[in-house]
């Protein structure tokens, strides 16, 4: 019996049945891997004699390999660049803060279809939606290194590559197993979805998951702005969003994050401020200002002055705002905001380490 992932919904209780495993081994696995970030080996190494002897080939097989991993010298980074099984790359970030907070990003797509100037992740194209138990085992893997350092993983963020609604179907599937007691038990206060603003499969994703924190990328107010960054914009205007914005409101009764990206004379002009003031106007929002990280597909894109972005937080937080300027980790290995692009090489060059 050949299983294409342990982490697939359905494989373990699959095995189970398959082999009329004891309940409480399939409990005891599936615990190690998801809860305590035991690596799939070790895990197995743990189970009574015949149920090892069984699993051994089975569980072995997993969605991705480890093509490199590259560990900021800056910041408690580490990127994890990944191949599936159709010889696409894509990346993961495990994020280190100070806080104790430590996190993963993980990538819904390999590239993404909206086609942000300012993201690098953006201007390489669409590959494929990733499957279930490829995002999963991104976090797995995470878990699995911070459980060597006497960490634990706290919180998953999609903010990774792709856009998550193009892929709702997946991510909901993949949401579903984070925050199910059985699987990693993550409160859903500690899973994040940033999106573009897909209205339609937002709301959907919204009503299943009300209490998963959303992070909407909003960037600029002015639509022409933000059509010139972000094509997709053409498609939803900015109105369309904020009645989104506002249902999503009454359904979560808990702040929205607006993400906005700093550019120097593109969004942060005090224009820009009151536009952005105008429509936050009654809204439960929290607004996340992220200074650019500067790419190679966009060298006309300049991140905001430390006094302009001065300015611009004075402004929001003087209008009685929930601001927070986010710091980027893992800028040194292009693991920040906006860098991720798959560039892996093709062949395998190190194991988990």
């Not at 990774?160 to 991510?171: C, T």
């Not at 897909?198 to 959303?214: N, T």
């Amino acid at each position: 019996m050949v299983l294409a992932s342990i982490h697939r919904p359905g494989v373990l209780e699959g095995v189970r049945a398959a082999y009329r495993l004891d309940p409480q081994h399939v409990r005891q696995l599936r615990n190690a891997i998801y809860k305590r970030g035991v690596a799939l080996d070790e895990a197995v190494a743990r189970l009574p004699s015949p149920a090892r002897t069984q699993l051994a080939d089975d569980i072995a097989l997993t969605s991705l390999d480890l093509v490199d991993r590259r560990d900021s010298q800056l910041d408690g980074a580490t990127k994890l660049i990944l191949r599936n099984r159709a010889d696409l790359a894509l990346e993961s970030v495990v994020l280190r803060l100070q806080s104790g907070r430590n996190s993963v990003c993980v990538s819904s797509q390999v590239g993404c279809a909206a086609a942000c100037r300012f993201c690098a992740t953006g201007q390489m194209g669409m590959a494929r939606n990733l499957r279930v138990e490829e995002i999963l085992e991104q976090v797995a893997r995470a878990g699995q290194i911070l459980r060597t350092e006497g960490r634990r993983l706290r919180n998953v963020v999609f903010m990774g590559m792709g856009e998550p609604m193009h892929n709702r179907a997946a991510v909901e599937e993949a949401v579903a197993r984070l925050i199910d007691p059985a699987w990693f038990a993550l409160s859903p206060k500690h899973v994040l979805i940033s999106t573009v603003g897909i209205v339609d499969e937002l709301r959907r994703f919204v009503e299943r998951f009300p209490e998963v924190q959303i992070a909407v990328s909003l960037h600029t107010a002015r639509q022409e702005i933000r059509e010139r960054l972000m094509p997709l914009a053409a498609h939803t205007s900015l109105g369309e969003l904020r009645r989104a914005l506002v249902a999503i409101q009454r359904a979560r009764r808990r702040p929205t994050m607006l993400e906005y990206l700093l550019l120097d004379d593109v969004n942060d002009t005090p224009a820009d401020l009151d536009a952005l003031l105008a429509y936050c106007r009654d809204l439960d929002v929290h607004i996340n200002l992220i200074p650019f990280n500067p790419i190679d597909s966009a060298p006309a894109l300049r991140p905001s002055t430390p006094a302009r972005q001065a300015d611009f937080t004075r402004g929001l937080k003087e209008a009685g705002l929930r601001v927070t300027t986010r710091f980027s980790l893992g800028q040194d290995i292009a693991a920040a905001c906006g860098q991720l692009v798959r560039h892996a090489p093709r062949t395998s060059r190190v194991g988990p380490r």
